[in-house]
């Protein structure tokens, strides 16, 4: 199951907020398990990731070298992510995170 989440949002980066643009989409692996001839299907591991586009340069650098950044979405949740790299044009990141998902269901 997928959900999507295209809004504003902040990141907190070694102390400092910075306003940014979370365009972010969740997934959850589905596992299959068979077992005396009876098979269940359950939910596994969930993750997120995405890009978020900031229109500072320098909050662009801050970010990408925090420790622990997190991402504060609109609707109050806030989790640590780690960036996985900068978007093409320069005035973004792609994202990741794990565990729980800040939005959706």
Same mark, same amino acid.
């Given at each position: 199951? !997928?959900?999507?989440?295209?809004?504003h949002a902040s990141v907190l980066a070694d102390g400092t907020a910075y306003d940014v643009h979370a365009r972010?989409? $969740?997934h959850t692996t589905r596992i299959t398990a068979r077992a005396f001839n009876d098979t269940t299907t359950?939910?596994?591991l969930t993750d997120w990731?995405?890009?978020i586009d900031i229109t500072d340069d320098? !909050?662009?650098w !801050?970010? $990408?070298?925090?420790?622990?950044?997190k991402l504060r979405?609109?609707?109050?949740?806030?989790?640590?992510f780690f960036v996985a790299d900068s978007?093409?044009?320069?005035?973004?990141? $792609?994202i990741r995170g794990n565990g729980s998902v800040p939005f959706g269901d």
């Open positions: 199951m !997928a959900h999507c989440n295209d809004d972010l989409t $969740s359950e939910d596994g990731y995405g890009t320098t !909050a662009v !801050a970010i $990408s070298q925090a420790d622990e950044p979405l609109a609707n109050g949740e806030e989790r640590t978007t093409p044009d320069g005035t973004g990141l $792609s």
